[in-house]
């Protein structure tokens, strides 16, 4: 397998595998205490990890403003350095925060907030242009998206942006974007346990990157989370909103889902594989317009999903067999 894919029609090359900034960017939450971050986490063991991640040949970077109200992007900002040009930077706006206590206050879909939203970040990561902005409001009003699209191809122009994209589980949405020329991508959930065949077909159609949130099914499809031990306070896992599907009340991962898991395991480890491997492994195999985006939250973890580049994607028999193991 190529361990590069074209970033859509941008005509930008990214690593075959991008790491996802999420968890990074340590504690925050929604106005009613819902954690929205992954609990604790030690930020010089982020820098680390990114720089790892950098020697074993990942070029792209997933974050948004909001992830730790801004530390994400502050912590992959520091780690980068003088390396930042050398690598694709995608940030996402549209979510509003207070970054003295961490919290999500609300979202603005106005191109006016764009603008301010792209100024912010642009200080926080410590750069003058985002190679790939991204859209986070994924339920917004598509004629108010439209008026964003064309906002952000005065972005283009202006050399603030290389590219767009909106990260949105709806077709019909993403549609709206790819009618700008520099719309390059759509971030959507996918993983071997949730297809998203409607989605990867519009990519297809409108020459779009499809770039996998969740490629691990948070964590579950690494196979670490057999024994349903319970998440740390402050993981948004410990009280899953109602959109976050295999954590069951917040006591421990779904048995359902972690049955699912298993059934998987053989296949998922061949040739080698760890099971997130064999994880990343399917989402490359599913299409070629694929760029899964994996959390990490160590060194060991960087190496380990990076590693996954080497031993490539499963072969067609594997796809099959998988869904057959599914009963899809
Ligand atoms: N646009 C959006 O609205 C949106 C939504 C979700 C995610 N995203 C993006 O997509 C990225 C990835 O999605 P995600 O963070 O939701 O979930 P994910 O990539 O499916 O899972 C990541 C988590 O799995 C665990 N993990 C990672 N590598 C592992 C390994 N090798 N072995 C064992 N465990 C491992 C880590 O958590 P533990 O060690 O704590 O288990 C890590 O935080 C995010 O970072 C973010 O950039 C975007």
Same mark, same amino acid.
């Given at each position: 397998?190529?361990?590069?894919?074209?970033?859509?029609?941008?005509?930008?090359?990214?690593?075959?595998?991008?790491?996802?900034?999420?968890?990074?960017?340590?504690?925050?939450?929604?106005?009613?205490?819902?954690?929205?971050?992954?609990?604790?986490?030690d930020d010089e063991e982020s820098v680390r990890a990114v720089r790892r991640a950098l020697d074993l040949g990942v070029t792209f970077f997933d974050t948004a403003d909001t992830y730790g109200a801004g530390h994400s992007e502050r912590v992959l900002g520091r780690a980068l350095g003088k390396r930042r040009a050398d690598v694709v930077v995608?940030?996402?706006?549209?979510?509003v925060f207070d970054e003295e206590t961490r919290t999500l206050t609300g979202g603005d879909d106005s191109p006016a907030y764009l603008r301010r939203a792209?100024?912010?970040?642009?200080?926080?990561?410590?750069?003058?242009?985002?190679?790939?902005?991204q859209f986070h409001l994924s339920d917004a009003d598509p004629d108010q998206a439209a008026l964003l699209r064309d906002a952000c191809e005065e972005l283009v122009r202006e050399g603030l942006i290389r590219a767009y994209a909106w990260s949105t589980d709806d077709p019909a949405r993403a549609a709206v974007f790819a009618e700008g020329p520099h719309c390059a991508a759509v971030q959507h959930a996918l993983n071997v346990l949730t297809d998203a065949p409607a989605?990867?077909?519009?990519?297809?159609?409108?020459?779009?990157?499809?770039?996998?949130?969740?490629?691990?099914?948070?964590? &579950?499809l690494s196979g670490k989370r %057999?024994? !349903?031990? @319970? &998440?740390?306070?402050?993981?948004? %896992?410990? !009280?899953? @909103?109602?959109?976050?599907?295999?954590?069951g009340d917040g006591s421990g991962a779904d048995p359902e889902w972690l049955a699912r898991v298993d059934a998987l395991r053989d296949v998922l480890t061949s040739e080698g594989r760890t099971p997130a491997q064999g994880a990343l492994a399917w989402l490359w195999a599913r299409s070629t317009r694929t760029v899964p985006i994996p959390g990490f939250r160590s060194v060991a973890q960087a190496e380990e999903n990076a590693g996954a580049l080497e031993k490539g994607a499963l072969t067609a028999a594997q796809l099959t067999e998988v869904d057959r193991l599914l009963g899809r």
């Open positions: 397998m190529e361990t590069t894919r074209p970033l859509g029609r941008s005509g930008i090359e990214v690593s075959a595998l991008g790491f996802g900034c999420w968890a990074i960017g340590g504690e925050w939450q929604a106005a009613d205490g819902q954690p929205l971050g992954w609990g604790k986490v995608a940030t996402k706006w549209g979510n792209l100024t912010a970040s642009l200080r926080r990561l410590g750069t003058d242009y985002v190679d790939l902005y989605m990867l077909t519009l990519c297809e159609e409108a020459g779009l990157a499809s770039i996998n949130r969740s490629p691990l099914a948070m964590g &579950l %057999r024994d !349903r031990q @319970p &998440l740390e306070a402050g993981d948004i %896992r410990s !009280r899953p @909103p109602a959109w976050l599907r295999g954590f």
